[in-house]
């Protein structure tokens, strides 16, 4: 476990290093910065990788056996995990790293809370008899991936109201390397296509894994209402943009209110008393 926490540690200093480059490539638009946040990003990547494997192999060793997702700790690391890899999806896709100043610090965060707050142990423990299902890595792994879309559809939403400020203002000559508004509002769009299809997904799995262990599908628990809640805010912004045209500023906004639920649903119903208190 020394190991694989030691490794995991140092990530979240390579994926601060990753942002800051990205950020330096935003603001000079120097061409050097860019490739050097991606390269630092993908050897962070790898890096997560082995030491997630590392973790589930000493898992095993110690009796316990199961897949690193099943405590706060081992939730970050793989939300860090899953942004960084949806990221550097995108950006091969679209081919710019602008979105990295506005994604990558949120792996970032991800990583030094878990590898540095007191509150959260690093500690390989065992499954408590809710968590011991053949579901646990179907239903983490949707809902995550979903949080991770939704991330970025927020980076770029708040890329949108930054570009948007900047028109015509000589002052910030930095946002001239922003791309155009209509692109970020189309691939905000996307991301958050990808994260409410997860989601849904995530939802669903919850739900069947629910009734195996609880015997019913769903109990309002409040990891339950607020992922619903979370659910119908996307739902809502979706259906704004195919049924009354909404674009721009205003998914923009909804993006980071979306994300605002995310955070919430993750982090907040920890302190309510539930049936997922344990995450």
């Known amino acids: 476990m020394i190991i694989n926490a030691t490794i995991l540690s140092w990530v979240t200093f390579v994926y601060f290093a990753s942002a800051?480059?990205?950020?330096?490539?935003?603001?000079?638009?120097?061409?050097?910065?860019?490739?050097l946040g991606?390269?630092?990003?993908?050897?962070?990547?790898?890096?997560?990788?082995?030491?997630?494997?590392?973790?589930?192999?000493?898992s095993y060793k110690l009796g316990i056996g199961h897949a690193p997702l099943s405590n706060l700790y081992e939730s970050l690391i793989f939300f860090a995990?899953?942004?960084?890899?949806?990221?550097?999806?995108?950006?091969?896709?679209?081919?710019?790293?602008?979105?990295?100043?506005?994604?990558?610090?949120?792996?970032?965060?991800?990583?030094?809370?878990a590898s540095f707050s007191p509150h959260v142990s690093n500690r390989i423990q065992p499954l408590i008899p809710a968590l011991q299902s053949n579901w646990l890595i179907s239903h983490v792994v949707t809902c995550f991936f979903g949080y991770a879309a939704f991330t970025i559809a927020c980076g770029l939403g708040l890329m949108y109201l930054l570009k948007g400020l900047g028109?015509?203002?000589?002052?910030?000559?930095?946002?001239?390397?922003?791309?155009?508004?209509?692109?970020?509002?189309?691939?905000?769009?996307?991301?958050?296509?990808?994260?409410?299809?997860?989601?849904?997904?995530?939802?669903?799995?919850?739900?069947?894994?629910?009734?195996?262990?609880?015997?019913s599908y769903w109990s309002w628990d409040p990891k339950e209402t607020w992922s619903l809640i979370t659910w119908l805010i996307y739902a809502a912004m979706l259906h704004s943009r195919f049924v009354r045209g909404w674009r721009g500023k205003r998914m923009a906004i909804m993006s980071i209110i979306g994300f605002a639920s995310v955070l919430f649903t993750y982090f907040g119903v920890n302190y309510l008393p539930g049936l997922h208190s344990y995450f």
Do not use: C, H
């Not at 800051?20 to 490739?35: A, I, Q, S």
């Not at 991606?38 to 000493?58: D, K, N, P, Y």
């Not at 995990?81 to 100043?101: D, M, P």
């Not at 509002?185 to 995530?202: A, R």
């Open 38 to 58: 991606s390269f630092v990003a993908l050897v962070g990547l790898i890096a997560q990788t082995l030491a997630l494997i590392l973790r589930w192999v000493e």
């Open 20 to 35: 800051m480059f990205y950020t330096f490539r935003m603001v000079t638009g120097k061409e050097f910065w860019g490739p």
């Open 81 to 113: 995990w899953t942004i960084v890899l949806l990221y550097l999806i995108i950006e091969w896709r679209i081919k710019t790293r602008n979105l990295g100043a506005f994604v990558v610090p949120f792996a970032f965060l991800a990583m030094a809370y």
């Open 167 to 215: 028109e015509g203002q000589s002052s910030r000559p930095f946002l001239r390397y922003l791309p155009d508004r209509e692109i970020l509002d189309e691939l905000s769009y996307q991301s958050v296509v990808i994260g409410f299809i997860f989601l849904t997904l995530g939802i669903i799995t919850g739900s069947v894994w629910a009734y195996s262990a609880w015997g």
